[in-house]
T-cell receptor, first 113, second 117 residues
Framework: DAGVIQSTRHEVTEMGQEVTLRCKPISGHDYLFWYRQTMMRGLELLIYFNNNVPIDDSGMPEDRFSAKMPNASFSTLKIQPSEPRDSAVYFC???????????FGSGTRLTVV | AQSVTQLGSHVSVSEGALVLLRCNYSSSVPPYLFWYVQYPNQGLQLLLKYTTGATLVKGINGFEAEFKKSETSFHLTKPSAHMSDAAEYFCAVTFPISSGSARQLTFGSGTQLTVLP
């Protein structure tokens, strides 16, 4: 099992640019979660999907953030336009219904300069 | 609403000493509780979880935790610390819904464990 894959470990972009973070969940998992981690705010849930459908996006900070899950094996988190305060580590996690335990990816460290 | 409080953002212990990381929760219904560990520049890894049944839960790497409803606590312990245990530890809570579906976890603010030689 390859685990949850976030292939980009570090992403650097300029303020105002669009940035897209990508995630491949564990095959067969039907829940996918996007978290953001910062020193100031800790781990924050941004959005989660069940069977590719967004269930709760109340944690998405602004309209500049959007997330999609076009199929069971892929999800994206897009920030447009990006701002320096978006700099954080973004984690993707997936879970199998009823397992009550997430498997996290290794995260993407986003730096907006 | 559910929440988790981790007492002590930084804990230092000597190698071989007892590790005790504190977690208290607030939940209006019986909770499901978790401990995760995060090593530098890595994602979070599940150490152990309590859902139902035995209140003393054993996890990986020699860690265990005990669910104490009367104290609303789920403290993490390890009898003897190793240098490799140095990491950040997160307590998390969720609660079951009737369908058995997964729900989002609410994480505590984390405790950084330092192990001194």
């Amino acid at each position: 099992d390859a685990g949850v894959i976030q292939s980009t470990r570090h992403e650097v972009t300029e303020m105002g640019q669009e940035v897209t973070l990508r995630c491949k969940p564990i095959s067969g998992h039907d829940y996918l979660f996007w978290y953001r981690q910062t020193m100031m705010r800790g781990l924050e849930l941004l959005i989660y999907f069940n069977n590719n459908v967004p269930i709760d996006d109340s944690g998405m900070p602004e309209d500049r953030f959007s997330a999609k899950m076009p199929n069971a094996s892929f999800s994206t988190l897009k920030i447009q336009p990006s701002e320096p305060r978006d700099s954080a580590v973004y984690f993707c996690a997936s879970s199998l219904r009823g397992s009550y335990g997430y498997t996290f990816g290794s995260g993407t460290r986003l730096t907006v300069v | 609403a559910q929440s988790v409080t981790q007492l002590g953002s930084h804990v230092s212990v000597s190698e071989g000493a007892l590790v005790l990381l504190r977690c208290n929760y607030s939940s209006s219904v019986p909770p499901y509780l978790f401990w995760y560990v995060q090593y530098p520049n890595q994602g979070l890894q599940l150490l152990l979880k309590y859902t139902t049944g035995a209140t003393l839960v054993k996890g990986i790497n020699g860690f265990e935790a005990e669910f104490k409803k009367s104290e609303t606590s789920f403290h993490l312990t390890k009898p003897s610390a190793h240098m490799s245990d140095a990491a950040e530890y997160f307590c998390a809570v969720t609660f079951p819904i009737s369908s058995g579906s997964a729900r989002q976890l609410t994480f505590g603010s984390g405790t950084q464990l330092t192990v001194l030689p």
